[in-house]
C-alpha cells in the first residue's frame, strides 16, 4: 500500500456526463499528479499540482480540469465523456516536485 | 518534449534467468529515471530508479544502469523468479523538471 487513495475504484456512465475521480495523497505529500493509462496510449501525464498551485499540464483535453484544494487532496474533472476517455486514471503523490511518485490504485473509468 | 522509447515489448525468461530491459531518451536535459513494476490489475509500484550522477544502482536482486551519453538506460533483473513476472516501466523526468515520460511498457513472463 503506498499510502495514496483513490475514490472511486470504479466509475461506469454515459458518453456526454460528467465524473470526478477523487485522490488523497500521502501523507505529508505537497505534490500530485494525474496520469492516464489506455492500452493503446499506455501511461500518459495529464496534470501536476504542488501546494495548489497547478505546476504542468501534459496531453490534457480541455473537457478535463483538475484542482488541488487546502487539503491537498485533488479531484480530476472529467466532462462530455466520450468512448474513448475509457482508462485508468492513477494519481501519484510526492514530497516534493522532484521527489519519488508513489501511485495509488487507480479509478477504471468505463463510457458506455 | 521527452520521449522515451522501451524494448522489447514482450520478454519470456525461465526461472533463474536474467532479464534485461532497456530504454532510450531524447531530452538530454532528463536527470531522473525510475522503473515501476505493475501487476494485473494493480498500480505502478516503483522497484528502483537512478539519477543522473550515478551510473548504476543495485537492490538485492535488481540494478539499473544508466549511460548518460548514449541516452540510455536498462533495468537488469537476476535470478529471476515467476512472482518477477509482470509488466515493467521505464520513465524519464520530463524537460521542466516535474511530470514523468513513460515507455510503453515490457510484459516479462518467468516461468518455474
Known sequence: ?112 | GENVEQHPSTLSVQEGDSAVIKCTYSDSASNYFPWYKQELGKRPQLIIDIRSNVGEKKDQRIAVTLNKTAKHFSLHITETQPEDSAVYFCAARDQAGTALIFGKGTTLSVSS
Open chain 1, 1 to 112: 500500500d503506498s499510502g495514496v487513495t483513490q475514490t472511486p475504484k470504479h466509475l461506469i456512465t454515459a458518453t456526454g456526463q460528467r465524473v470526478t475521480l477523487r485522490c488523497s495523497p500521502r501523507s505529508g505529500d505537497l505534490s500530485v499528479y494525474w496520469y492516464q493509462q489506455s492500452l493503446d496510449q499506455g501511461l500518459q501525464f495529464l496534470i501536476h499540482y504542488y501546494n495548489g498551485e497547478e505546476r504542468a499540464k501534459g496531453n490534457i483535453l480541455e473537457r478535463f480540469s483538475a484542482q488541488q484544494f487546502p487539503d491537498l487532496h485533488s479531484e480530476l474533472n472529467l466532462s462530455s465523456l466520450e468512448l474513448g476517455d475509457s482508462a485508468l486514471y492513477f494519481c501519484a503523490s510526492s514530497v516534493g516536485e522532484l521527489s519519488e511518485q508513489f501511485f495509488g490504485p487507480g479509478t477504471r473509468l468505463t463510457v458506455l
